[in-house]
């Protein structure tokens, strides 16, 4: 359509004052050369799941369902996929709670970890290995992520850290222990914890204790000074992680020593 020539001045200074008034409403130019000292990256924490599908399913579910997470480790070809931007959040940890930080999706970073998960075998449930390249793979990404938001070692997680009553994952097989080697996570020295055992072995603390040494390492627990079901779910997930090869929820004297070393100040410095 040809416009009018009577209508173009019209035209022309409704434009230049459209122009005028956008000018008008963009905001000043931003100084940035004062820099707060007291300042940390928003992400303090990194999440580690399994995906309990395979990889296209995975895939599927992490970009087109209403669960997220930022990364994707494949198993086969070992591939890392970023589908959630590191300043975005992702939903992968649902209702979660960490040293007193509850709701995670907003403060961390997920990586999902391609793995069948758990399955019911001849004695029970058990679950599925992971492939030594695709765990090269999740420390390497590991070690850039903490690199570039300096994330405490101790706020690198399993979904079973942060959510012990709904969550088993990443589940016993995986190798936290490699991580420990990588200098990601601490990790209890063995020798002091079967020194510790030892005297446990003689003299186990009540129920009380085991919770609020559960709740001082970093779940969330209410102290009842009994073996109820939340607590036997909170023992677990710690067993699960550092003695893998019992995990029964059961408040015994290899437990105590771990947690006795896991939450002494002076092992956390030497750790």
């Known amino acids: 359509m040809t416009t009018p ?141 903490v690199a570039r938001h300096t994330i405490r070692p101790e706020f690198i997680l399993g979904h079973s850290d942060i959510a012990p009553h709904r969550k088993t994952d990443p589940g016993p097989k995986f190798p936290w222990t490699r991580l420990a080697d990588a200098g990601l996570i601490p990790w209890p020295d063995r020798a002091v914890v079967a020194a510790r055992q030892e005297v446990y072995q003689d003299s186990l603390p009540d129920l009380l204790w085991f919770q609020n040494k559960l709740i001082e390492h970093g779940f969330t627990l209410t102290p009842t000074g009994e073996l109820d079901k939340k607590t036997r779910e909170v023992l677990a997930a710690l067993q699960m992680k ?18 006795d070393v896991l939450t002494s100040s002076q092992a956390n410095k030497e750790m």
């Open 242 to 259: 550092y003695r893998p090869e019992r995990y029964d929820g059961q408040a015994d004297a290899e437990t105590a020593a771990l947690l």
């Open 5 to 145: 020539p009577a209508a173009k001045p019209a035209l022309l200074w409704i434009l230049a004052t459209s122009l005028s008034l956008l000018v008008s409403c963009a905001p000043a130019p931003y100084i940035t050369n004062h820099q707060a000292r007291s300042q940390e990256s928003r992400v303090q924490a990194v999440v580690l799941h399994f995906t309990r599908e395979d990889f296209s399913s995975s895939l599927k579910t992490l970009t087109e369902g209403e669960v997220s997470s930022h990364y994707l480790v494949r198993d086969e070809p070992v591939e890392i996929y970023q589908l959630v931007d590191e300043s975005q959040r992702a939903y992968h940890a649902g209702i979660s709670s960490w040293r007193g930080r509850t709701f995670l999706n907003a403060s961390s970073i997920g990586i999902e970890i391609v793995n069948a998960g758990d399955y019911v075998g001849v004695d029970g449930v058990a679950y599925h290995d992971y492939p030594g390249p695709q765990v090269d793979a999740v420390i390497a990404l590991l070690k850039d992520i």
